[in-house]
Protein backbone atom coordinates (compact mmCIF):
# COMPACT_ATOMS: atom_id res chain seq x y z
CA UNK A 1 0.00 0.00 0.00
CA UNK A 2 1.11 3.48 -1.10
CA UNK A 3 1.40 5.64 1.89
CA UNK A 4 2.24 9.59 1.84
CA UNK A 5 4.00 11.73 4.50
CA UNK A 6 4.58 15.17 3.61
CA UNK A 7 6.64 15.12 0.33
CA UNK A 8 7.83 11.19 0.88
CA UNK A 9 5.95 8.11 -0.30
CA UNK A 10 6.64 5.01 1.43
CA UNK A 11 5.59 1.58 0.45
CA UNK A 12 3.69 0.41 3.96
CA UNK A 13 3.22 -2.72 4.77
CA UNK A 14 -0.60 -3.83 5.11
CA UNK A 15 -0.12 -5.98 8.09
CA UNK A 16 1.43 -2.93 9.68
CA UNK A 17 -1.38 -0.49 9.33
CA UNK A 18 -3.66 -0.19 12.53
CA UNK A 19 -6.48 2.13 11.45
CA UNK A 20 -7.73 3.72 8.50
CA UNK A 21 -10.02 6.85 9.10
CA UNK A 22 -11.10 10.00 7.22
CA UNK A 23 -10.38 13.44 9.04
CA UNK A 24 -11.27 16.77 6.76
CA UNK A 25 -11.42 15.24 3.62
CA UNK A 26 -8.23 12.99 4.03
CA UNK A 27 -7.96 8.84 4.53
CA UNK A 28 -5.53 8.81 7.27
CA UNK A 29 -3.39 5.33 7.96
CA UNK A 30 -2.26 5.32 11.77
CA UNK A 31 1.06 2.36 12.96
CA UNK A 32 2.35 1.71 15.42
CA UNK A 33 5.11 4.56 15.08
CA UNK A 34 3.49 7.10 13.04
CA UNK A 35 0.53 8.75 10.99
CA UNK A 36 0.23 8.72 7.24
CA UNK A 37 -1.98 9.76 4.60
CA UNK A 38 -3.50 7.56 1.51
CA UNK A 39 -4.95 9.01 -1.98
CA UNK A 40 -7.09 5.95 -2.05
CA UNK A 41 -10.94 6.76 -0.89
CA UNK A 42 -12.13 4.88 2.49
CA UNK A 43 -14.73 2.23 0.22
CA UNK A 44 -11.57 1.20 -2.03
CA UNK A 45 -9.63 0.45 0.85
CA UNK A 46 -12.29 -1.61 2.25
CA UNK A 47 -12.27 -3.21 -0.98
CA UNK A 48 -8.53 -3.62 -1.20
CA UNK A 49 -8.40 -4.76 2.38
CA UNK A 50 -11.29 -7.95 1.90
CA UNK A 51 -9.25 -10.19 2.15
CA UNK A 52 -7.05 -9.25 5.24
CA UNK A 53 -8.10 -8.88 8.94
CA UNK A 54 -9.97 -5.66 8.11
CA UNK A 55 -13.44 -4.72 9.27
CA UNK A 56 -15.60 -0.98 8.92
CA UNK A 57 -16.33 0.00 12.28
CA UNK A 58 -17.97 3.31 11.24
CA UNK A 59 -18.56 5.64 8.37
CA UNK A 60 -15.25 6.89 8.67
CA UNK A 61 -13.13 4.10 10.13
CA UNK A 62 -11.56 0.80 9.18
CA UNK A 63 -9.38 -0.99 12.37
CA UNK A 64 -7.34 -3.98 11.82
CA UNK A 65 -8.39 -6.73 13.96
CA UNK A 66 -5.38 -8.21 14.93
CA UNK A 67 -4.98 -4.68 16.89
CA UNK A 68 -7.76 -4.78 18.83
CA UNK A 69 -7.13 -5.39 22.32
CA UNK A 70 -10.57 -5.36 24.26
CA UNK A 71 -14.29 -4.13 23.05
CA UNK A 72 -16.84 -2.59 25.38
CA UNK A 73 -20.71 -2.09 25.47
CA UNK A 74 -21.08 1.97 26.10
CA UNK A 75 -24.77 2.58 27.23
CA UNK A 76 -25.48 4.57 23.66
CA UNK A 77 -25.30 1.16 22.07
CA UNK A 78 -22.57 1.56 20.59
CA UNK A 79 -19.11 -0.50 21.29
CA UNK A 80 -15.86 0.90 22.04
CA UNK A 81 -12.28 -0.63 21.12
CA UNK A 82 -9.31 -0.23 22.81
CA UNK A 83 -6.20 -0.50 20.64
CA UNK A 84 -2.80 -2.35 20.97
CA UNK A 85 0.18 -0.14 19.88
CA UNK A 86 -2.01 2.93 20.29
CA UNK A 87 -3.73 4.96 23.10
CA UNK A 88 -6.61 6.05 21.01
CA UNK A 89 -9.98 4.21 21.78
CA UNK A 90 -12.24 3.41 18.24
CA UNK A 91 -15.75 3.78 18.23
CA UNK A 92 -18.11 0.56 16.64
CA UNK A 93 -21.44 1.94 15.49
CA UNK A 94 -24.40 -0.24 15.58
CA UNK A 95 -24.85 0.08 11.97
CA UNK A 96 -21.14 -1.57 12.06
CA UNK A 97 -21.28 -3.85 14.71
CA UNK A 98 -22.33 -7.07 13.49
CA UNK A 99 -20.78 -7.45 10.44
CA UNK A 100 -17.57 -6.83 12.62
CA UNK A 101 -18.86 -9.67 15.17
CA UNK A 102 -18.99 -11.69 12.36
CA UNK A 103 -15.27 -10.62 11.31
CA UNK A 104 -13.83 -11.42 14.72
Known sequence: LLLYKEDEQFVANIRDIIFLETR????????????YETRLKLYELMELLESHPFAQISKSTIVNIDFVRSIQAEFSGNYCIKLRDRKETLTVSRKYFKAF????
Not at 101 to 104: A, M, Q
Open 101 to 104: KERI
Open 24 to 35: ENKVLAFTAGDT
